[in-house]
């Protein structure tokens, strides 16, 4: 198991910037494909991004295609979401998930391992 905790939520109005971060802690951080999903209050759990365990093959979901950017720092063991120009709609618990996998996949059930989460809320 590798132990996942997200941090960088927050309260930021439309338009603004957040930067969330995902520290891995007790396994090998390089094994572990990445992913960030989010929950809004009364929705299910959506895939927002994913990255290889290489740092290659992003992928996003179409809400997030053009404002959000993943990345991960190998040396840091830590995985990141930039997401730009916000709005109302991004508003939701945002989790940090690994799948021991060379590949990734936007759907929830293929990673077993997840963070706490952090709350973004855009405010208009």
């Known amino acids: 198991q590798v132990h996942l905790v997200e941090s960088g939520g927050g309260l930021v109005q439309v338009g603004g910037s957040l930067r969330l971060s995902c520290a891995a802690s007790g396994r090998t951080f390089s094994n572990y494909a990445m992913g960030w999903f989010r929950q809004a209050p009364g929705k299910e759990r959506e895939f927002v991004a994913s990255i290889g365990r290489a740092g290659g093959s992003p992928s996003y979901a179409d809400s997030a295609k053009g404002r959000f950017t993943i990345s991960r720092d190998s040396a840091k063991n830590t995985v990141f979401l930039q997401m730009n120009s916000l709005k109302p709609e991004d508003t939701a618990v945002y989790y940090c998930?690994?799948?021991?996998?060379?590949?990734?996949?936007?759907?929830?059930?293929?990673?077993?391992?997840w963070g706490q989460g952090t709350q973004v809320t855009v405010s208009s």
């Open positions: 998930a690994a799948r021991f996998s060379l590949t990734t996949i936007p759907y929830e059930t293929g990673y077993n391992n």
